[in-house]
């Protein structure tokens, strides 16, 4: 790894920078306006100003973005304006307007809207924001209180037009819903967490625990932005992907976006771990993941882009440990390094559109493929190495005219033992945590969500997911949890396999959010959320309502959606 190191901060010496920004937070507030705004504006964003299947975003390119947003045609509601104004407060380090000020208070102390403590320097910019999320509710499964209990602080600035950085942290303790719990028992982990140890000995499962992340970001010219800390990723357009997305816990990861002309182009190496409950007393082993995705706006209208990611392991059978250098090549082609080396690293290629039209509507899609043979596709004999996964989905804003009514539906198809590795540390996990999608492999996903907004600080959330996948039983491998090694003798079969073989189950997951905004980033929830679970077998089979009221102040919406 010390090569890995040595690489990045030698590019980041040799180079001048130029005014650069921190990122906003994954699954913001402010990313679902964004993508509103590119879709009514009647043209893609270009990537010097954001780019909406690559995230996060930058704060300085959002703030530029909205500055000069051409109002004219995009026909603007009320609500939208008060977006706009609250995108420029939220970003009020870098935007020209001063509707961020708020009241003048010494010492920057709620100066400015978006921030607790904030100061706007020539030389350099600070802010200061508490962090939390108190919510309490049912779960009728369970038949007691679920709540969590998170508090915690960000910081956030940059120093000169050089450097930006970014950390938080905070402690929570979370008694767990019904499948959250379910899930902690099977997998030993909760979704985005790291190592836990349970809070108490009663009958409520309570975990406390402290989460951290962090970065620093270098900007050497106006085309190339460098990111190295310990966080997440999202690539894709939809609610779900099948490349990166951030359901796994934080982990160290390098990022160098490159944006020129109409193409958006970015590397991540990052490296993660393989979680053995059996061996809490020793650090997991690791392992590592190299990503480039590469878009460009083909047309106004028209994105494309293509992805490859490698995971890989040199930290048990090697004489060498740790990154391969082979990988750090920001322009090669993976998959004959790969299989140059005679290694069993674990390459996926993927393609994606998105098409943005009529100032109402996105399209969009994506594929991923493992491993194929061209003449058991045609034959269509069910062969289990033929591994790939593929979306299509649709965003519809100002639903049949209503003002600030957008929906969105995609269908999420991936075959058996997508991801699926013979050598079970090459998985595409992260401490036991699916990188891609939640599900894994071996399922058909409907999703849809309804979004409103009739006023300016209200807004209301409707989400609906059916799923139908197989599960496995006995110690078999039926192709959905991507975590197990295989072999073509452990197999249930080689030939003839379907999506959603196995012990066939489905999932019903719908979920009602008001969230009133009583000051900026300050919001009040109420949700009413509804699981069900059916299956040819009774120990698949589970049935829960929640209920929950929440206050957070800059902290996301907290998604249960497994």
């Known amino acids: 790894m010390k090569h890995f190191y040595t690489l990045i901060i030698f590019c980041i010496a040799i180079i001048q ?11 913001a507030y402010s990313q679902h306006m964004l ?30 973005y909205i500055d000069s947003f051409n109002i004219l045609g995009a026909k603007l509601s009320k609500v939208d304006y008060f977006n706009l104004d609250y995108l420029q407060s939220d970003n009020f380090e870098f935007t020209r307007s001063e509707s961020g000020l708020s009241k003048t208070k010494p010492f920057g102390v709620f100066k400015y809207k978006s921030a607790f403590f904030g100061i706007k320097h020539p030389e350099f910019n600070l802010v200061i924001n508490p962090v939390t999320i108190l919510q309490g509710g049912y779960d009728t499964k369970l038949e007691h209180i679920i709540r969590i209990n998170n508090r915690g602080v960000e910081l956030r600035g940059n120093i000169g037009s050089s450097l930006g950085f970014y950390t938080t942290f905070s402690n929570e303790i979370i008694a767990l819903n019904s499948w959250t719990r379910e899930y902690y028992i099977n997998n030993h982990v909760v979704p985005g967490a790291s190592f836990l140890k349970e809070y108490s000995d009663t009958s409520i499962l309570t975990i406390n625990h402290n989460t951290a992340s962090g970065y620093i970001v270098y900007q050497p010219n106006k085309y190339i932005d ?42 991540i190496w990052g490296q993660i771990y393989d979680w053995n409950p059996a061996n809490q007393r020793n650090l997991p082993k690791r392992h590592y993941y190299a990503s480039t995705y590469a878009n460009v706006n083909l047309t106004k209208k028209l994105n494309f882009g293509l992805f490859q990611t490698v995971s890989f392991q040199r930290d ?13 090549n920001p322009i090669i082609f993976f998959k004959p390094v790969e299989n140059g080396l005679n290694s069993p690293d674990k390459v996926i290629l993927g393609a994606d559109f998105k098409y943005n039209f009529a100032r109402h509507f996105q399209l969009y899609g994506q594929g991923v493929i493992s491993e194929f043979r061209i003449k058991d596709m045609l034959a269509r004999n069910g062969w289990f190495g033929n591994k790939w996964a593929t979306q299509i989905g649709l965003k519809y804003i100002d639903v049949f005219g209503a003002k600030n009514l957008d929906a969105q539906y995609e269908l999420n198809i991936a075959r058996p033992y997508m991801y699926t590795s013979f050598n079970a540390l090459n998985a595409y996990v992260n401490y036991n945590q699916n990188m891609a999608h939640p599900l894994g492999a071996n399922f058909y996903e409907h999703v849809a969500v309804l979004r409103y907004q009739p006023a300016n600080r209200l807004s209301l959330k409707a989400t609906f997911i059916l799923a139908t996948y197989g599960n496995d039983t006995n110690g078999s491998n039926w192709g959905k949890d991507i975590r197990i090694a ?3 003798k452990s197999l249930p079969r080689v030939y003839g396999n379907e999506i ?62 497994y």
């Open 486 to 488: 295989y072999s073509t």
């Open 226 to 267: 460098i990111q190295m800390g310990h966080g997440r990723n999202f690539l894709g357009n939809g609610l779900r992907t099948f490349y990166l997305s951030d359901f796994s816990r934080d982990h160290f990861f390098v990022r160098a976006n490159t944006r020129f002309w109409r193409i958006n182009y970015t590397n």
């Open 35 to 64: 993508d509103r705004f590119e879709i009514k504006s009647g043209r893609l964003a270009l990537p010097q100003e954001f780019n909406t299947t690559a995230k996060a975003f930058q704060r300085n390119r959002i703030a530029s």
């Open 500 to 561: 959603a073989q196995g012990v066939k189950t489905t999932l019903l997951l719908t979920d009602l959010l008001v969230s009133y905004m009583i000051k900026h980033n300050m919001f009040i929830d109420l949700q009413i959320a509804y699981r069900k679970t059916s299956s040819e077998l009774n120990q698949f089979k589970t049935e829960a309502l929640m209920f929950n009221g929440t206050l957070r102040w800059n902290f996301n919406e907290r998604r249960w959606d």
């Open 17 to 27: 920078a130029v005014a650069q920004g921190t990122y906003i937070p994954l699954n």
């Open 316 to 328: 048990s059978g090697y004489n060498s440990t740790g990154y391969d250098l082979e990988y750090l």
